[in-house]
């Protein structure tokens, strides 16, 4: 099990403010387009801390948050981009 967490957006407030989207991936996707981002983990607003589990056993993974809101726009990526490893068993 794996926890991540970040800071909240500053539009928490925003009555448009969906939630956050999580994103990993085995490779970076800071310049992905939209269209080619993996299936995210969707967050809910005001929640800043998400629980991984199963992760497959890999040197590193790659993880960026972005804002949603309510309409489906997403916000640029988080920055830094965050490298973890994950042990294998």
Do not use: C
Not at 72 to 87: A, C, K, M, R, T
């Amino acid at each position: 099990m794996l926890k991540v967490s970040w800071q909240p957006s500053r539009h928490e407030a925003d009555k448009n403010f969906a939630g956050y989207n999580l994103y990993i991936a085995d490779h970076s996707l800071i310049f992905s387009p939209i269209a080619d981002l993996p299936t995210p983990y969707m967050v809910p607003k005001n929640k800043t801390s998400y629980e991984l589990a199963g992760l497959d056993a890999k040197q590193r993974l790659f993880l960026h948050v972005r804002s949603r809101g309510t309409n489906g726009d997403l916000s640029y990526p988080s920055l830094p981009e965050i490298i973890i490893s994950v042990p294998r068993n």
